[in-house]
């Protein structure tokens, strides 16, 4: 399969603790995005890379959040002490240029 | 204003049946439309790019109005295998963030 992975697809986590999600892009797409989705609402952006530099962050993206793309290749989102509202599918897409595809997604859950 | 509004649904249709989405976008400045289509649970699929002069893939013709701010999309012969929420998405820039709407829920029954 050739398409966007994301790994985990689930993650149950106990609230303050930090998780990391990994995001590997189909190859030689040069952008990849971050975006949260919560139920009923459709993808909002959180932050996008071209190559190894994060080129935009939304607003959305709190101090908590970080994201890396060290070499241009695959992208790591961590949350720092999680909260019930983080409670949402993180979405990674990944595009040559124009159109977005987007992976299955990791589905977490703050209890 | 939200920037990308849709009618929420749900649409329920018949088997056979045509049935049109509709979308408007509050940023006049935005570059690049699509249609993505998203089941329950999954990933956001794209279905089709939206152009000016407006575009048809198969039973999907979607059309795209600069001036109203408009974006549609139709489906005609709908097939159970059509029932998903179809998500309005711009782009303000190619290669930056995509602004999804919130999707209209579409349920083909037989």
């Known amino acids: 399969d050739t398409g966007v992975s994301q790994n985990p697809r689930h993650k149950i986590t106990k609230r303050g603790q930090n998780v990391t999600f990994r995001c590997d892009p189909i190859s030689e797409h040069n952008r990849l995005y971050w975006y949260r989705q919560t139920l009923g609402q459709g993808p909002e952006f959180l932050t996008y890379?071209?190559?190894?530099?994060?080129?935009?962050k939304s607003r959305l993206l709190s101090d908590r959040f970080s994201a890396e793309r060290p070499k241009g290749s695959f992208s790591t989102l961590e949350i720092q002490r999680t909260e019930q509202g983080d409670s949402a599918m993180y979405l990674c897409a990944s595009s040559p240029g124009h159109e977005q595809y987007f992976g299955p997604g990791t589905r977490l859950t703050v209890t | 204003r939200k920037e990308v509004e849709q009618d929420p649904g749900p649409f329920n249709v018949p088997e056979g049946a045509t049935v049109a989405f509709n979308c408007t976008y509050s940023?006049?400045?935005?570059?690049?439309f699509f249609w993505y289509r998203q089941d329950c649970r999954k990933e956001p699929k794209l279905l089709m790019s939206v152009y000016s002069s407006g575009n048809e893939d198969g039973r999907f013709t979607a059309q795209l109005n600069r001036a109203s701010q408009y974006i549609s999309l139709l489906i005609r012969d709908s097939k159970l295998s059509d029932s998903a929420t179809y998500l309005c998405?711009?782009?303000?820039?190619?290669?930056?963030?995509?602004?999804f709407g919130k999707g209209t829920t579409l349920s083909v029954s037989s």
């Open positions: 940023n006049s400045a935005s570059q690049s």
């Open positions: 998405v711009v782009n303000i820039q190619a290669g930056t963030a995509l602004i």
């Open positions: 890379f071209q190559n190894e530099a994060q080129l935009e």
